[in-house]
């Protein structure tokens, strides 16, 4: 309990974002957060649908817009090799409607945006 009370207070006081536009950068230290792609499903704290347009990037929802400019994303990321260097492990889906947490303490963890 003494654990949750911090990780839910930062979350309440971090600003909050209405999209998830990502942009992906060439080395670990500059990334707010460090991803690994696992081969399936079950395996998974966010299930990611990556979408062609910035405007479908909702929320928490795990849908992300992949950007080609670092100033124009909300946060970046790094993919690692080994899922132990991994903040967060993702599964890329084909749908949007297959997106979103399977892991709700590591997206209060990380503080990602939520819906307001």
């Known amino acids: 309990m003494k654990n949750i009370l911090p990780i839910l207070i930062l979350t309440l006081l971090s600003p909050a974002l209405s999209a998830q536009r990502v942009f992906e950068v060439d080395a670990d230290y500059k ?60 599964f890329f889906v084909d749908r949007d409607y297959k997106a979103g947490w399977r892991n709700d303490a590591k997206r209060l963890a990380l503080e990602f945006p939520i819906p307001e």
């Open 31 to 90: 990334a707010d957060y460090l991803i690994f792609e696992v081969d399936s499903e079950y395996k998974t704290d966010l299930l990611v649908h990556k979408v062609d347009r910035e405007y479908k990037a909702k929320y928490n929802k795990g849908l992300w817009f992949f950007t080609d400019s670092d100033y124009k994303a909300d946060f970046e990321v790094f993919f690692v090799d080994r899922e132990y260097k991994a903040d967060l492990t993702v």
